[in-house]
């Protein structure tokens, strides 16, 4: 069974600049999260999707911020424009219950510069 | 890594040797738990899970023990291996997102 996959797994970009993230779930998968470690952070959350509604976004850190889901299958994390404090691995993961266990992709490092 | 400027805490044991990596959680109403391993480059991966219902729970070589009092996880390896060396995440899920511990990195040593 294919896990999580996150696309790209770099990143660089200019500060102002828009980046795309895109997480894979595993199939099946109804629940995807979002994650992000900042430098010296530890891995926060920033938003949860059921299928592609949005049950919990109270991570998300401002409104430069947009995920997606549409049709319930891969999501993906919109940054826009780009600050240098955005710089961090941005993490997905999913699960096919709630309030189980969360299975994470490899990440995509975000460098803004 | 995504370690960098992140000061962890570390254990370095001596291969063959049981490791034990502690966590303290912050939250009374969590009441599902987590440990995560991290390798350089990669994603958090699931190695076991409690449930708060239990206060200990055992895996392959690796064992899970729970004490709500004192809101205290150990993640015990039993005959601890060089590709066990990573970095460890105890995650308590609170209506249903994962608050993350630091960490704590685990190398091992001939």
């Known amino acids: 069974e294919a896990g999580v996959t996150q696309f790209p797994s770099h990143s660089v970009i200019e500060k102002g600049q828009t980046v795309t993230l895109r997480c894979d779930p595993i199939?099946?998968?109804?629940?995807l999260y979002w994650y992000r470690r900042v430098m010296g952070k530890e891995i926060k959350f920033l938003l949860h999707?059921?299928?592609?509604?949005?049950?919990?976004e109270s991570g998300m850190p401002n409104n430069r911020f947009l995920a997606e889901r549409t049709g319930g299958t891969y999501s993906t994390l919109k940054v826009q424009p780009a600050e240098l404090e955005d710089s961090g691995v941005y993490f997905c993961a999913s699960s096919p219950q709630r309030a189980g266990v969360q299975f994470f992709g490899p990440g995509t490092r975000l460098t803004v510069l | 890594g995504e370690s960098v400027g992140l000061h962890l805490p570390t254990l370095s044991v001596q291969e063959g040797d049981n490791s034990i990596i502690n966590c303290a959680y912050s939250n009374s109403a969590s009441d599902y738990f987590i440990w995560y391993k991290q390798e350089s480059g990669k994603g958090p991966q699931f190695i076991i899970d409690?449930?708060?219902?239990?206060d200990k729970r055992q895996g392959q070589r690796v064992t899970v023990l729970l004490n709500k009092t004192v809101k205290h996880l150990s993640l015990q390896i039993a005959a601890t291996q060089p590709g066990d060396s990573a970095v460890y995440f105890c995650?308590?899920?609170?209506?249903?997102?994962?608050?993350f511990g630091t960490g704590t990195r685990l190398q091992v040593f001939p």
């Open positions: 409690i449930r708060s219902n239990m």
């Open positions: 199939s099946g998968h109804d629940n």
């Open positions: 995650a308590e899920n609170l209506g249903d997102k994962l608050i």
């Open positions: 999707f059921v299928k592609e509604s949005k049950q919990d």
